[in-house]
């Protein structure tokens, strides 16, 4: 009989940390990434122009909007890579249990989602500065903000990453589950497109799903939004997770 206690949260620290040290490789997606959106962002997201006889002028406008999108794929690919067979056998190294590795896995998926938010605001002052060398503009204004808007831009964007992870996380457990999910999951998501464009003359489900965290006006019920739809995803996943056939 053996006279050590374990303790879950110090299995649970242990992956982390052997988490961290070993899914480097998706950090360095990350900064790959940022930087095709950067590259992408240089051209603008709209604008407008016009003149006289005497003068004209173009303007356009820029955002970090494209970085955040390539962000959100990450986000959402890098929780499915997680929970891909070759990734859970990992944990085998510990004496460890289901319920300890999806700790883990979480606890990964949120430091990576709060390295992604700070890394986002230093891209976005990166694409500030490529438009002020590589741009040719004679005059360029940019927005500022106080310092809790800043905070809750930084907040926001570490919680939009983290429900990306939440979500692609179901998916990925969802998938090991079964085979299947691989054609039902996105039959039903282009099938839904199809069927409300069909009857709304123009696909806006998912249009409509998102407006629920984006045209939230309070920080507050975001947060809220945000992370309880985080917590059911991951919830539903490790409930899904106790029927896997444990590794023989």
């Keep these: ?12 620290k242990k992956q982390f940390r052997f988490k961290l040290k070993s899914y480097r ?44 999108a390539f962000m959100m794929i990450w986000a959402f690919i890098s929780a499915i890579v997680v929970t891909t067979q070759a990734y859970r056998f990992d ?13 883990a ?28 060398f590589l741009q040719e503009r004679e005059f360029i204004e940019s927005q ?44 039903l998501f282009f099938g839904s497109l199809f069927v409300n464009a069909f009857f709304a003359s123009e696909p806006t489900l998912l249009i409509d799903v998102g407006q629920i965290f984006v045209r939230e006006a309070s920080f507050l019920l975001f947060l809220f939004k945000a992370v309880s739809s985080s917590i059911i995803a991951f919830g539903f996943a490790i409930w899904i997770s106790n029927s896997l056939e444990v590794r023989k």
């Design 1 to 12: 009989m053996s006279l050590t206690k374990i303790n879950l949260w110090d299995i649970v």
């Design 25 to 68: 490789g998706m950090f360095t997606s990350l900064m790959i990434l940022q930087i095709i959106g950067i590259l992408f962002s240089l051209g603008g997201e709209g604008g407008g122009g016009g003149g006289s006889d005497t003068f004209s002028y173009d303007m356009r406008n820029y955002s970090g909007n494209i970085i955040l």
């Design 91 to 103: 944990d085998y190294a510990f004496v460890a249990n289901r319920l300890s590795s999806h700790l």
């Design 105 to 132: 896995n979480i606890l990964f998926l949120g430091w990576a989602s709060v390295i992604g938010g700070v890394t986002f605001l230093l891209a976005s002052q990166s694409l500030k500065l490529s438009v002020l």
């Design 144 to 187: 500022r903000l106080s310092t809790l808007q800043m905070a809750e831009g930084l907040a926001g964007t570490i919680l939009y990453l983290f429900l990306f992870t939440a979500l692609g996380y179901l998916v990925g457990i969802l998938v090991q589950r079964s085979r299947i999910f691989i054609i039902i999951l996105p039959a």
